[in-house]
Structures are given as C-alpha cells and as structure tokens.
C-alpha cells in the first residue's frame, strides 16, 4: 500500500494522547525515548502536546522503539495524518503465500513430530501430518470444531487435560505463554475473553490469570501420559522474522520435539499404528 500524506488534519492531540499511552505501557519517558530514537527530547514533547506533528519517518521510528504492533501502527499513522501501510489482509491471503509456503515446508520437514502455526488467539492455522495423528492418539480431533484452539484443547477435560502430567503447573505455565507470547506484549479484548473462557473450565483458579513473574523460558516441557507411561516433549516457538503485514507478526510456529530417546522410540511406534486424520 503505497503511504501518503492525507492532507487531513489530525484530531485535536490524538497522536499525543496515543504516544504517551504506549510510552507509559513500556515504561519509558520522554528522554529514554529519547536516547532510544535520537528525536530529541523537545521534539517528543512537542509531538505528545499537539504542538508539532513529525515526519511519518520519524513516527515509524518512535513506533519501533516503542516496539509497538504494526496493527497499533495504523492508528498511528492516520493520527498524525499519514496513509495506514500496514497491510491487514487475511493469514492465507495472496500477499501472504511466500510466507505461507515457507511455514508449510517448515511444518513438513519437522514430521515425524508434530508442528502447526497459530495465529495470537491460539488458533491453529496449519499443522503438518504429524501434529493431528498425535492428538488423536489422545481424543477425538474430529469432534472439535475448527479452527481448533490449542488453549483450549489442553484446558478441556475431554480433551488433552487428562493426559497431561501434573496439569496444574502447565495450566499455570500456559498462563505465562499468553501474556508473554501476546503480540507486542498486549492483552487485547480478544485474549481478555479467551482467558476468561479458560477460567471458565473446572478447577482453573482465578489467580492463574495474573502471572506472577513471566519467565523467558527457551524450550516449554510438557508430558503426555499414555499407557501409564510419561512421554515427555519440549516446544520451541518461533515468530515470523521482520514481518511487514499484520498478519505475518501475528503468526506462531510451534514444534514440539521428544526430549528424551525413550520417548523418542516411544513416540515413532504409536505413530506407525495412528491414520492421518485432519
């Protein structure tokens, strides 16, 4: 999308009224801003008070130093009088099929184990075979709606919950992943209302919600219990690098891998007797 300016006169003080709240969200003033982007001091403060508008290179400046999400951007951007350049066309859209055919290469060369991409709400976008043919092992994937959403699927009593080990803890952990993982480190109204599903659940306390301390974790554990036996795996979680569409930034690719040979050999057997189901 080709940006330009408008020529509308920004609202009364709206860019102000924006940067400051995205200032105090990440805990900056206006001279740690400052330092961050090289825009001066007086100039930050002239912008937040309506007295200046700056050049749309500038804004995107403060908006990455700020590190604010590219779908927070636009509003930015039409505040100060500027074109919107963020794309927020769909995740499988045409702009979005060398990113797409990128994932789905991702996802067939970890098979045998599984992978999917989720979009920031936790719904599963894509998976390569492995990843349903090993939560059927466990439950019916058929009998869920779709998109299926992995929060829910392991916080549902008939779904994966009972075949998670010391579910607690990783109910409390995935906790951690929402607010940790969340784009840009906001809570929207979307993930207030999914947290507030997964509250809903039996036996999921209040306190969960609210994370004590979020830990930067590298790899997240998680053990499957099947047969009376434990298998354990760990995920790692990637994001999309240097996205330029919301939709890119937004996506999640998740891999989880057999953090032990026992469970490896474990895993490759049950997977040799599952069809492929989607």
């Not at 466990?138 to 829910?152: G, I, K, Q, V, Y």
């Not at 434990?230 to 057999?258: D, H, K, W």
Request: one cysteine or more.
């Amino acid at each position: 999308m080709k940006a330009s300016n408008l020529n509308i006169k920004p609202l009364a003080n709206e860019l102000g009224v924006l940067l400051r709240h995205w200032r105090d969200r990440r805990g900056k003033s206006q001279f740690d801003l400052s330092l961050d982007t090289g825009v001066s001091q007086r100039h930050i403060s002239f912008i937040e008070s309506g007295r200046s508008v700056p050049s749309r290179q500038t804004l995107l400046d403060i908006a990455q130093a700020l590190d604010i999400p590219l779908r927070d951007r636009n509003p930015l951007l039409l505040a100060a009088g500027y074109a919107p350049i963020y794309s927020e066309g769909a995740w499988n859209g045409p702009e979005m099929q060398s990113v797409t055919s990128a994932l789905g290469r991702i996802l067939r060369q970890h098979d045998p184990f599984p992978s999917l991409v989720m979009d920031r709400y936790w719904n599963v976008l894509m998976t390569n075979e492995s990843a349903p043919r090993f939560f059927n092992c466990f439950t019916d994937m058929a009998a869920r709606r779709s998109p299926r959403n992995m929060l829910h699927l392991m916080f549902d009593p008939e779904g994966m919950r009972p075949f998670i080990a010391n579910w607690e803890n990783v109910a409390k952990s995935l906790f951690e992943r929402v607010y940790r993982e969340s784009v840009g480190r906001v809570i929207d109204e979307r993930t207030k209302e999914l947290l507030a599903a997964l509250l809903a659940y039996p036996d999921v306390k209040t306190e969960w919600k609210t994370p004590i301390a979020l830990r930067a974790m590298p790899v997240i554990p998680i053990s499957f219990v099947k047969d009376d036996k434990a298998m354990n795996y760990f995920s790692m979680v990637t994001t999309v690098g240097t996205p330029q569409t919301i939709a890119a930034q937004e996506l999640r690719i998740e891999c989880m891998f057999p953090a032990d040979e026992a469970t490896e050999a474990r895993h490759i057997a049950m997977m040799s007797n599952v069809p492929a189901h989607r």
